[in-house]
């Protein structure tokens, strides 16, 4: 590798860690469950104020989602050794075609304007009462689901650009 394409290669990865902490998706509440932490990773992890619980399928101590060290939508330890290695390992979708070219940063901060869009409509209809409670209310009230386009479109949009495939 020539030292042009290694000061690419930097340039790059640090601009895909300016995406991800504009996105900060995967850290929210509408992509995981729970995030893996090693055993040397808990008491830090801790330390820096992230909240563990025991998950009952067995899998040991993990953080719930939203990350607890999620801070107004930025990760508050993402250059820091305490951030789970879990995390800085993961790579959805669009980081992945980023760093191979297949995307422009541009059309992944598009992508990232429509994905924000579309959680902050859900979460807007959401802070009151869980999405749960609302839609069995709604549904009970109207007959129907007033949310489904939005959590719709929100789903698509996970989907296409931040889940990983399971296996």
Known sequence: MTSRSVVHSLTAVRSADDLCLQCGICCGPHCFTAGKLEPDE????????????????GYGERFGFPCP??????????????????CGEFECFMLIDYLAGARSREECEATIA????????????????????????????????????ARAELERLLVAHVRVPSG
Not at 69 to 86: E, F, M, T
Not at 120 to 146: N, S
């Open 42 to 57: 808990i008491e830090p992890f801790r330390a820096a104020g992230g909240k563990i619980v025991i998950w009952p399928d």
């Open 69 to 86: 060290l999620w801070i107004d939508r930025k990760c508050s330890v993402h250059a820091d050794p305490v951030r789970p290695k879990n």
């Open 114 to 149: 429509l994905m924000l869009n579309a959680e902050t409509r859900v979460d807007r209809v959401r802070r009151p009462i869980t999405r749960g409670m609302l839609v069995r209310r709604l549904r009970r009230k109207l007959g129907h689901d007033p949310l489904a386009g």
